[in-house]
């Protein structure tokens, strides 16, 4: 039978692209499964784990079982150990179209955001960029709804179905769309490492973990690049996502940027993080586009995040307003950052941050 996208009741399932690198899998897989794992419990559905390579270790492929996958698909093939787009291409949509699953989900990184589009158009169904929620529930997206968004969701009438709710920042960062793909599957989207929490590893869930060998039909025919070489840059980047502590800067360092700076990587060393920047830094020139925090940016969930100089626009604000403690240092009063902060600043940074790093040497001295 063809496969036809357009036959919505005969996908059923979430799938998550579990992506890989020199047979390492990365931390966005993880995070992709457990938000993958609400859906497919919403739904009532399995979830599966789509992993591609060469030899990979089967104690990785199980430990995605750890992180909410009840099953992995795994792609064993020599020219799938280093990632081009034709292959991979191929061997996911002749899977997906076995197989037929109803949500397909694939981390916005490097890798992520060539094989999305590039499968979505081959299967002919739609992909949401860029996501940073995801639900199938429409009374979890009311919910959602009430704490992010102006709408009246007590008096609106929204058509009850399990479609995939994709809701991604727009113009800009301005507004925050929700789409939908109702008439072809699978739905897909892509989503930005570091939105989703990852769920605590399930050692139980890992053991029980179904692994299925599929059966590649792939030759070098199928591919058009050769790989020649792979060259890593020796460039160290800041690991925002990975961080506890984020102390950012923002517009307010223009008077004295390598002083703001400064300031910034000296309460970072104390309190045990890395500096961030927000976006206006970046594209002056000031700092590299590693340290950026945004919808443009990384997205971060800190145990403490400091925001030095930054006034909060919604841009900046998307990429660390889930920051477990938010302190915020601005000479404006009015700054739409104080919204979101825990604690509350009201002062010049190169004034208060000395003071910061004096009080939190003192108190660690006093132990």
């Not at 989900?105 to 999305?116: E, H, P, Q, V, W």
């Not at 961030?276 to 919808?295: E, F, K, L, P």
Request: hydrophobic residues 40%.
């Amino acid at each position: 039978m063809a496969f036809d996208s357009k036959d919505t009741a005969a996908f059923k399932g979430v799938w998550v692209f579990c992506e890989q690198r020199e047979g390492v899998i990365m931390s966005t897989s993880y995070q992709l499964l457990s938000e993958g794992r609400k859906l497919a419990n919403d739904l009532g559905v399995e979830l599966c784990g789509v992993v591609l390579g060469k030899d990979i270790k089967e104690d990785y492929l199980k430990a995605l079982g750890g992180y909410g996958a009840d099953k992995v698909y795994y792609c064993n093939h020599e020219l799938l150990d280093v990632y081009t787009t034709d292959a991979y291409t191929k061997v996911i949509c002749d899977l997906v179209e076995d197989k037929k699953p109803e949500i397909f989900l694939i981390g916005a990184t490097n890798i992520g955001r060539d094989l999305g589009p590039r499968c979505a158009a081959r299967l002919h169904t739609g992909l949401t960029a860029d996501c940073t929620h995801l639900d199938v529930d429409v009374a979890k997206y009311k919910e959602f709804l009430k704490t992010t968004s102006t709408i009246d969701v007590d008096n609106t009438v929204f058509e009850e179905n399990t479609n995939l709710k994709m809701t991604r920042p727009a113009f800009g960062g301005h507004l925050m769309a929700t789409i939908i793909c109702p008439r072809f599957r699978p739905q897909m989207s892509t989503v930005r490492p570091g939105v989703m929490q990852t769920q605590p590893y399930d050692e139980a869930g890992a053991a029980k973990t179904v692994i299925e060998n599929v059966n590649v039909a792939l030759s070098k025919d199928d591919i058009h690049v050769d790989v020649i070489e792979v060259k890593k840059a020796a460039k160290k980047l800041v690991d925002l996502i990975g961080a506890d502590v984020v102390v950012s800067v923002g517009r307010g360092i223009s008077k004295d940027v390598e002083g703001g700076i400064k300031l910034a990587e000296e309460l970072a060393g104390v309190l045990g993080g890395v500096v961030g920047s927000s976006r206006a830094c970046v594209d002056a020139g000031w700092i590299t586009a590693d340290h950026q925090v945004g919808q443009t940016g990384k997205t971060v969930h800190p145990r403490i995040y400091v925001a030095l100089g930054i006034s909060g626009a919604i841009q900046h604000l998307a990429g660390m307003q889930d920051s477990e403690c938010i302190i915020a240092v601005n000479k404006n009063e009015s700054a739409p950052i104080f919204d979101v902060a825990s604690y509350g600043i009201c002062g010049d940074l190169y004034k208060v941050t000395p003071m910061l790093i004096e009080a939190i040497r003192a108190a660690k001295a006093a132990k």
